[in-house]
């Protein structure tokens, strides 16, 4: 069994709860509030920018060229390509540019951003691949798995179509089939830290999308300069 086999089924369970956290069904069927939508697209733009860093500094530590290419090439499209997909959706749902830049990191977003970036930088290429996957893999499940079940006139269905599309799906193939590779000249010590590390991504992606459902700030009282500290 590869490691992508494995680790798919260790956590099979978590990524089913994922799919079906009332964000992901209302966002297929066109009911999710406004607020909701909103707050998520704020935060994930805020959350590709630490993202693009991890995968830069992934393709750093990569074993070879053409893993280099791959991860900043990658870089490039968190930062850029999806960025212009939340330009327009800020755009669509009268997301202002002051709104989006005076809005701090929400509790999930700050944990999971943190959990990136020092997981980039302090571990080995192995598991920083492990640490990125589940957002490029739970991503296009999600997005496979409710776009048949999408309704008619969806205002969600730019979002969906992107996830669910061919481009991002053979992007998410070639990183599985790097962490494949990866995983098979890796000792066991690594292997069990790349189980971990997948684990905690993929919990931090239901915690995304559950804390964007719930509009979930930081506690009151808490001043600004606190929360980006």
Same mark, same amino acid.
């Given at each position: 069994?590869?490691?992508?086999?494995?680790?798919?089924?260790?956590?099979? =369970?978590?990524?089913?709860?994922?799919?079906?956290?009332?964000?992901?069904?209302?966002? =297929?069927?066109?009911?999710?509030?406004?607020?909701?939508?909103?707050?998520?697209?704020?935060?994930? =733009?805020?959350?590709?920018?630490?993202?693009?860093?991890?995968?830069?500094?992934?393709? =750093?530590?990569?074993?070879?060229?053409?893993?280099?290419?791959?991860?900043? +090439?990658?870089?490039?499209?968190?930062?850029?390509?999806?960025?212009?997909?939340?330009?327009?959706?800020? &755009? +669509?749902?009268?997301?202002?540019?002051?709104?989006?830049?005076?809005?701090?990191?929400?509790?999930?977003?700050?944990?999971?951003?943190?959990?990136?970036?020092?997981?980039?930088?302090?571990?080995?290429?192995?598991?920083?691949?492990?640490?990125?996957?589940?957002?490029?893999?739970?991503?296009?499940?999600?997005?496979?798995?409710?776009?048949?079940?999408?309704?008619?006139?969806?205002?969600?269905?730019?979002?969906?179509?992107?996830?669910?599309?061919? +481009?991002?799906?053979?992007?998410?193939?070639?990183?599985?089939?790097?962490?494949?590779?990866?995983?098979?000249r890796s000792d066991a010590?690594?292997?069990?830290?790349?189980? &971990?590390?997948?684990?905690?991504?993929? +919990?931090?992606?239901?915690?995304?999308?559950?804390?964007?459902?719930?509009?979930?700030?930081?506690?009151?009282?808490?001043?600004?300069?606190?929360?980006?500290?």
């Amino acid at each position: 069994m590869s490691f992508s086999q494995d680790v798919w089924q260790r956590n099979l =369970a978590l990524y089913e709860k994922t799919l079906a956290l009332p964000f992901n069904q209302e966002l =297929a069927n066109g009911t999710l509030s406004k607020a909701a939508f909103c707050h998520y697209v704020i935060q994930d =733009a805020h959350y590709l920018v630490a993202y693009g860093r991890a995968l830069a500094v992934c393709a =750093a530590k990569a074993f070879d060229a053409d893993d280099i290419i791959l991860f900043t +090439e990658s870089a490039k499209v968190a930062i850029i390509v999806e960025r212009s997909l939340h330009d327009s959706f800020m &755009q +669509e749902f009268n997301i202002s540019k002051d709104e989006f830049e005076n809005t701090p990191l929400s509790l999930a977003c700050h944990h999971y951003t943190s959990f990136l970036t020092a997981t980039a930088w302090s571990e080995s290429y192995p598991v920083i691949l492990a640490a990125i996957l589940p957002c490029f893999w739970i991503y296009a499940e999600i997005g496979k798995g409710i776009v048949n079940n999408s309704s008619e006139n969806n205002p969600y269905q730019a979002w969906i179509d992107t996830y669910a599309g061919e +481009e991002f799906n053979l992007a998410v193939k070639q990183v599985i089939e790097t962490i494949d590779r990866v995983a098979a000249r890796s000792d066991a010590d690594t292997i069990e830290k790349m189980h &971990q590390a997948y684990t905690r991504g993929a +919990e931090l992606e239901w915690l995304f999308w559950e804390s964007a459902y719930n509009t979930r700030t930081w506690p009151a009282g808490l001043k600004n300069e606190q929360i980006n500290n």
